[in-house]
Every structure is written in C-alpha cells, then in structure tokens.
C-alpha cells in the first residue's frame, strides 16, 4: 500500500486550481484522469474535509487512482507536488546525470522518474498561487517554431548519440508506435451469407426441411486470426543502449490492445536466457522494465548466442510459436562463443517461425561488411534484415514484418558474402 507522506497542504492559495494542476501532473504520468475525475476530486475534498494530512491524500487517491500499478506514480507526484519545499530540487536531481565523486549516487525509483518528468515536462511550469489582489492576468504566448522539425530530426537520431532530454523525449515517441501486422488467414471456416465457400452441409439440412428442395445456396468464409510475437532481445554491453529503446518499444506494443498481435511473447539474453513476458504485461513502463532488468542478471555482460537460442528452441519454442509466430531477433550478431552450434539454432529458429526478422543497430554503419563470424552464420537463415539503431527505424519494422517479399538488406550483405 502507497504511504501518505507528511507535507504540509498549502494554506494560501485556490485549492482547486491546485487539484486540477495536480491532475494534469498525474495524467502526464499516464493515469487516466479525465475532468469527471478532476470534478469528483473537488466535490470529494469539499465533502470529506482535510483535518489531517493523511486524510487530504486518501481522499485524492481514491478520486485518483484506479489500478495498483497506479499507486506508487500517485504517491511520488503526491509527495512532490503538495508543498514539499525542495520538491523542484529533488526532480532535477533525478533527470540530471550526477557526476561521480561530487554527490552521492541515488538510482531513482521509476514512479519517481516518472513524477519528476510529469511535473518537468517541456516549459517551466510553476504549481498556480494565489493571485495578488487588483493583479491582471498575464497572457504567455509559446512559439512553437521549428517543433515539427526538431522531432523530425530526433527520429532520424541514433540512440548512442541522443542527450538525457532526446532521451526522455524519444520513449515519450516509442510510446505512442504501433507494430502493424496482417491476420493469418486460417484453415477454418465459418458461417457467411457474404462468403466465398459454398456450405454444402448447411445447404442440404436447409432442404431437408422444405422436404428436399433446395431454395438457397448456403455460404462459408475463411476465419481470421492474429499470430503471436515473439521477441529475442540481446542485452549485453554493447546493445545496452539500444535493447533498452526496444524494449520501450516492446512494452508499448504489449500495452496497446487490440493491435492485432494475439500476445506478445519478450526474452532477453546476453550469457544466459531469460524469460520477461509477464513484467511487460505491467502498464507502468518504468515498473516494467526495472522488473525485467531485476530479473535479467547478465545485463550488459558477453554474448552467447548460440547457447541462448539453443535454450530457446529447446525450453520455449514449441510453448511460444506453435501457430505461426513472427519472430524479431535484435542483437549485433557479435557472438564470442562461435563454437556453440549458431548456425544450427539459427536454422531451427527460422523453420520454427512464419517469419524471422533480425533488427541490428550496426546497420546504421553505411560500410557495414558481414565479417563477424556469427553475422555470417545468421545471415542466410533469416527473412529480413534490417536497422534498429533509430526511432524510425523501429517504424519500419511494420513493412518488414506485413510485407512477406521485402528483405531489408539481406539480399546485399550476402551478395558481398558471396563475392568474398
């Protein structure tokens, strides 16, 4: 259970126009606090009364917060917000990189992460006050100049070069990205007075009971259904930065319904193999991936491949890709244990999968040569191969998984392979 924390409650000041900047805060979070809610908070305060600060905080946590996942992000804003008098402080403190030897090192907690970018987003936006007596309103015109530009460019940005600010700005993108993909069109069928299949069955039970005759030709349809995804994400030094992005990425497709994915399947490996599906399935994406990365004790150590997908095939493809599961592979292909059998794995993976498409970050590279041994021994046995190292490269993922015929850079990279 959240704890309600012991800050003073401003005596001055519109308490109103206070609880809706306070709303505003908590929706930048991604709570779901329409104006319904804003005015059931009011009302509630004015009903319950706030003689103890313990009760002012429930009062807005029950007007609030409708999920558990919410109440840690609630109790952060709350704490930060209602007048904690080195609130601006301690926000700064956890968007700006500390410098080692100077201040003592403290890994924010990710609701308050997320509390000090909700209440930091953008402009400097002060909490309202009391307005002075005969004041007049002051009218801040912003110039948005250049804004439309500005995200342009950090789609294009790789993500090793991106600033703590592009940084933050870029998941804010990677939320709002959609993976299309096409439903399978399956062997089943059903009932459709539209449909392209003639339903002899139901057609002569028709005329059975108008003794025989046959009125009307009775029709099927092929049925329709979603496939599974199912994500290989490698998590060692050198795709630290960019697994991180993907798996921001990642959580925003688990998290948006009725996408057309049937579910979502992640794991990470980098030594070892490990499985994270059930942490993405948390709406709080900080929470989610400070549980997946809790779990994942190889972050940013070597690479075995091929150990990792032999782990893979072995324990988790028959569970996970049992009715034409697409399959994105994201790794460097920089595996230092090369005599782990990656080739077969890889092949097993690819027959295995209705299609297997590899996203690497080394693509971004306009010389990238196919030299490493284990990008040759993954190369011939994919269906697509494409960059990762971008926002927009992450878009593009949709053609490559919807478009059976496109490759991405596959057909290139093994023409130069050939050519050796």
């Given at each position: ?6 800050f003073?409650i401003?005596?001055?000041g ?5 609880i809706?900047h306070?709303?505003r805060a908590?929706?930048?979070?991604g709570?779901?606090?329409?104006p319904?809610r ?22 807005l ?13 609630f ?5 930060l917000?209602?007048?904690d ?8 403190s956890l968007l700006l ?10 890994n ?15 402009v400097?936006?002060?909490p309202?006050?009391q ?6 309103e ?6 948005a100049?250049?804004t ?5 460019r950090?789609r ?12 933050a700005?870029?998941?804010r ?8 993909v ?13 449909g ?7 057609t002569m039970?028709?005329?059975l ?10 029709h099927?349809r092929r ?5 599974n995804l ?5 998590i ?5 930065q960019?697994?991180?992005?993907v ?9 948006h ?18 499985n ?6 948390q ?6 991936l400070?549980a ?7 972050w940013?150590?070597g ?10 095939n ?5 569970r996970v890709?049992g009715?034409g599961a697409?399959v994105?592979?994201v ?9 782990a ?13 209705r299609r ?20 040759r ?6 269906d ?16 490559a ?14 023409r130069?392979?050939d050519?050796?």
């Amino acid at each position: 259970m959240a704890e309600a924390f012991p800050f003073d409650i401003p005596e001055n000041g519109r308490l109103a126009d206070n609880i809706t900047h306070f709303a505003r805060a908590l929706r930048k979070a991604g709570l779901k606090v329409g104006p319904g809610r804003v005015v059931d908070a009011i009302r509630a305060v004015e009903a319950a009364g706030f003689g103890q600060k313990r009760d002012f905080y429930w009062v807005l946590h029950a007007a609030f917060v409708s999920r558990p996942e919410e109440r840690a992000v609630f109790a952060q804003i709350f704490r930060l917000y209602w007048r904690d008098p080195r609130y601006l402080e301690q926000m700064m403190s956890l968007l700006l990189p500390a410098v080692r030897g100077v201040q003592e090192e403290r890994n924010a907690a990710a609701a308050e992460k997320r509390a000090a970018e909700a209440l930091l987003d953008g402009v400097d936006r002060p909490p309202p006050e009391q307005d002075a007596p005969g004041e007049e309103e002051i009218r801040i015109d912003v110039d948005a100049t250049g804004t439309h530009s500005a995200e342009e460019r950090l789609r294009t940005l790789d993500f090793e070069q991106m600033s703590v600010a592009e940084m933050a700005e870029a998941r804010r993108m990677i939320a709002r990205l959609s993976l299309p993909v096409r439903p399978i069109v399956s062997r089943r069928s059903q009932a459709d007075l539209r449909g392209q299949l003639a339903d002899w069955r139901a057609t002569m039970r028709g005329a059975l009971r108008r003794g025989g005759e046959v009125q009307s030709l009775a029709h099927r349809r092929r049925r329709t259904r979603w496939p599974n995804l199912v994500v290989l994400c490698d998590i060692s030094g050198s795709m630290s930065q960019y697994s991180r992005m993907v798996l921001h990425f990642l959580h925003a497709i688990a998290n948006h319904k009725g996408a057309g994915w049937a579910k979502v399947h992640a794991f990470t490996f980098g030594t070892r193999l490990t499985n994270i599906t059930r942490h993405l399935a948390q709406r709080d994406v900080d929470a989610a991936l400070a549980a997946a990365g809790a779990e994942a004790q190889d972050w940013q150590g070597g690479t075995r491949i091929g150990a990792s997908l032999h782990a893979f095939n072995r324990d988790w493809s028959r569970r996970v890709m049992g009715q034409g599961a697409v399959v994105l592979l994201v790794s460097d292909g920089l595996d230092r244990d090369t005599d782990a059998g990656l080739e077969q794995e890889m092949e097993r993976l690819h027959l295995s999968a209705r299609r297997l498409v590899w996203v690497n970050p080394l693509l971004r590279w306009d010389g990238f040569v196919p030299k490493a041994r284990g990008i040759r021994a993954m190369l011939p046995h994919v269906d697509a191969f494409r960059a990762g190292h971008s926002i927009a490269t992450l878009e593009a993922l949709g053609k490559a998984i919807s478009e059976t015929g496109d490759r991405g850079e596959k057909d290139r990279l093994m023409r130069l392979m050939d050519g050796e």
